[in-house]
């Protein structure tokens, strides 16, 4: 199989014949026989079947012994689905009491039927999760944090297509962080900002002063050590003001559609 060729499966036989098996459109592979037919071998054409059914099954043994493996499914169910094995062991051992069901009818009930459509939902257990690897953070520069571990964050709310986001950005670091909003209550403005002064604190930064306009005042006694600065009425912290049209203008551009999508979600 080769995907950049095409999506299908070649299967090569000892004939030298290759079998297509082409993707349908539930995920699937599918063969089509009559198409790998060629005109002029109609006659001696080959029929395939990939699959047997219950009928084809049962046309194999006689009345009898089908009516047999029928009592093998249904005890197989009273008592409680057990894997094959163990329930041929309590066939061999006799441990169920006035039971006419033989060992023989148990492995002819599982050739008819095949396994139990139930007892596999619920013995499957879930394949084993994808390895994670160690995460090891690029370290920040000393020089920046012996220069730069006082930050000033700037903040404020701004819309795309009516949906609010939170964006901060720092002084001279000029690290940038988005977040969507659901309203802009002291709780939504709480739960976004503390995470942020989180992950400055983690990489050695001491956030010493926040500015934001008057709309963040609400907080101000939540985010102590550090002070926060509001403007005036009807003013706006111009640092994150040009950040937001930064992030507006370049979200525009057909080479960040993927961020622009992010902002209409």
């Known amino acids: 199989m080769d995907t950049s060729v095409e999506a299908a499966l070649c299967v090569y036989r000892y004939d030298g014949s290759i079998m297509k098996f082409i993707e349908y459109g539930s995920g699937l592979y599918n063969h089509n026989a009559a198409a790998a037919v060629q005109p002029n071998s109609i006659k001696n054409g080959i029929d395939y079947t990939f699959f047997s059914t219950v009928a084809n099954n049962k046309a194999q043994f006689p009345r009898r012994e089908i009516e047999g493996a029928d009592k093998a499914r249904a005890l197989y169910r009273k008592i ?19 039971c006419h069901v033989t060992v023989d009818d148990a492995r002819r009930a599982l050739l008819i039927y095949g396994p139990d459509v ?9 394949g084993p999760s994808q390895h994670v690897p160690t995460f090891n953070p690029v370290q920040v520069p000393g020089f920046i944090l012996q220069h730069h571990s006082d930050v000033t964050l700037c903040m404020d709310i701004f819309y795309v297509q009516g949906h609010p986001f939170f964006h901060t950005i720092s002084r001279k670091v000029q690290f940038r962080t988005v977040a969507p909003v659901l309203n802009r209550n002291k709780a939504s403005l709480l739960r976004e900002i503390k995470p942020v002064m989180a992950m400055y604190k983690s990489r050695g930064f001491n956030i010493s002063d926040l500015h934001a306009n008057m709309e963040f005042e609400c907080i101000q006694n939540n985010v102590l050590p550090s002070r926060l600065n509001v403007t005036a009425a009807n003013d706006h912290v111009g640092e994150v003001e040009q950040s937001i049209w930064t992030m507006k203008e370049r979200a525009r551009t057909p080479s960040t559609v993927y961020l622009s999508n992010v902002f209409q979600r």
């Open 80 to 98: 409680g689905r057990p894997s094959q094995q163990q329930f041929e062991q309590f066939l061999t051992k006799n441990l169920i009491r006035n």
């Open 118 to 126: 139930a007892a596999l939902k619920g013995k499957t257990t879930k």
